[in-house]
């Protein structure tokens, strides 16, 4: 079994203390040798951290011991060796960047679409696949047929669908990302923004490759993460960079330092 768990979480709720939750969340990562990066905001909390099996159970678990956490999900993986330097938690604006005052996925929030279920929804030919995800991140793997914003940033993402003219008549959409909380916040903006029929994948590209056996993947390439292991194959293995796509080379050192942006 390899050595180290690697857990990628996120919750939106409402945490008008979010700054007093640092401290104590810090301390408890660090007396248990956990790293990574965990972002509190007014919103919610968003991380990918990496420790022993224990040690990730205890921060977790300190996390959902607030009551307004306690739906917190998470998406485990593992490596055999850590993939973060350091411990880094950070309070935010929003705990994922997307720029537009008023988009609250708590009160308003796309049709969650299974793992089991994503395949045949794409199949759907009045269906508008949209990759919510960084230009560099499409690089290494997506699904075949998604429309890619080629965007560098997710704040880019609310100008290019209202620029779009794949999107101008506000058809069926479907969206996902890397582990589900951009697409809560995308589907979110697209209902605000007047689209009907909005579906996202649940719990993200994470969680359709944890769950659909590769021969059933519409998948297609590797899966960027924001940490040292660069990308993970269909089997959630990391890549460590190997076979990295060479349009992506430019900007990896930085997507790394500064962490996900979902």
Same mark, same amino acid.
């Given at each position: 079994?390899s050595?180290?768990r690697i857990? *990628? ?7 008008? %203390?979010? *700054?007093?939750?640092?401290? +104590?969340?810090?301390?408890?990562a ?7 990066? #965990? ?6 909390? !968003?991380g990918? #951290?990496? @420790?022993t099996? &224990? ?7 300190h996390m ?9 999900k ?11 330097? /350091? ?10 960047s997307?720029?537009v005052?008023?988009?609250d996925?708590?009160e ?10 994503? !395949?045949?929804?794409? /199949?759907d030919? %009045? ?6 995800r !960084?230009?560099? &991140?499409?690089?290494? @793997?997506?699904f ?5 914003? &080629?965007?560098?940033?997710?704040r ?8 779009? +003219?794949?999107?101008? !008549?506000?058809p ?6 890397? @582990? ?15 689209f009907?029929e909005?579906y996202?994948?649940d719990?993200? #590209?994470?969680n359709?490759?944890e /769950?659909?056996?590769r021969?059933e ?9 924001f940490?040292e ?11 460590w @960079? &190997?076979g *990295?796509p ?5 900007v ?11």
């Open positions: 079994m050595d180290f857990s *990628a979480f996120y919750h939106f709720a409402a945490l008008d %203390d979010f *700054a007093a939750l640092k401290t +104590p969340l810090a301390a408890l660090c007396r248990k040798g956990v790293r990574g990066s #965990i972002l509190l905001a007014a919103e919610g909390v !968003n990918t #951290i990496a @420790g099996d &224990e040690g990730v159970d205890a921060v977790l678990a959902r011991a607030d009551p307004r956490l306690g739906g917190l998470d998406k485990s993986s593992r490596a055999g060796r850590m993939p973060f330097k /350091r411990l880094k938690v950070r309070l935010k604006r929003e705990i994922v997307l720029g005052e008023g988009i996925p708590v308003k929030v796309g049709t969650y679409v299974a793992p089991e279920d994503w !395949n045949d929804l794409l /199949r030919p %009045d269906v508008v696949l949209v990759d919510t !960084n230009d560099y &991140e499409i690089a290494f @793997g997506t075949e047929g998604a429309m890619s914003p &080629e965007t560098r940033s997710f880019s993402f609310p100008e290019w669908v209202r620029t779009a +003219p794949a999107m101008a !008549n506000k069926k959409v479907a969206m996902f990302c890397t @582990g589900g909380i951009r697409c809560e916040k995308a589907t979110s903006l697209l209902l605000e923004e007047g009907g909005v996202h994948l719990g993200g #590209i994470l359709y490759l /769950r659909v056996p021969e993947s519409l998948w297609r390439g590797d899966c960027f993460v940490d292991r660069i990308a993970v194959d269909h089997d959630l293995a990391p890549t @960079g &190997e *990295a060479e349009e992506a080379h430019a990896l050192p930085r997507a790394v330092v500064e962490g996900a942006d979902g």
